[in-house]
Nanobody, 127 residues
C-alpha cells in the first residue's frame, strides 16, 4: 500500500508560480511511476504530467509544456510539480498518483492506470 499526500496548492495571480509536492510512504518511492492530474469544476480528470520510474522519462499535456516541470527526489520520497506562468485555466484540484508497474516506459495518461492517489490540493489562479 502507498500513501500519497499533496501540498503546495494555493491562490496565485496569473503569471505566478507554485510548486506542488507529493510525499509518498509505504513503498519504495523510486519504483513508482508518478503522475499529476487535475480536475476543474464540472470537468473530467485531466492528465497533466508524469514521470516513469523505470526510465525517468517525462511527459506533459500540451497545454502545460514549457510552463510546468515534473521531478522527483527519491531520497526524500517526494515528487514535485513546478508550475510557472500560471493561467486562470490552470485552476483545479491537483492530484498526485502513483503506480508500481515496471511496464511503463513513459507515464500513462489514463487515470485508471494508476493504483494510488492522494487527496488533492486546490490551485486557484486569479486573472
Amino acid at each position: 500500500q502507498v500513501q500519497l499526500v499533496e501540498s503546495g496548492g494555493g491562490l496565485v495571480q496569473a503569471g505566478g508560480s507554485l510548486r506542488l509536492s507529493c510525499a509518498a510512504s509505504g513503498r519504495s518511492f523510486s519504483r513508482l511511476t508518478m503522475g499529476w492530474f487535475r480536475q476543474a469544476p464540472g470537468k473530467e480528470y485531466e492528465f497533466v504530467a508524469g514521470i516513469a520510474w523505470s526510465s525517468s522519462a517525462t511527459r506533459y499535456v500540451d497545454s502545460v509544456k514549457g510552463r510546468f516541470a515534473i521531478s522527483r527526489d527519491n531520497a526524500k520520497n517526494t515528487g514535485y510539480l513546478q508550475m510557472n506562468s500560471l493561467e486562470p485555466e490552470d485552476s483545479a484540484v491537483y492530484y498526485c498518483a502513483a503506480d508500481p508497474s515496471a511496464l511503463w516506459a513513459v507515464a500513462p495518461t489514463r487515470k485508471s492506470e494508476y493504483d494510488y492517489w492522494g487527496q488533492g490540493t486546490q490551485v486557484t489562479v486569479s486573472s
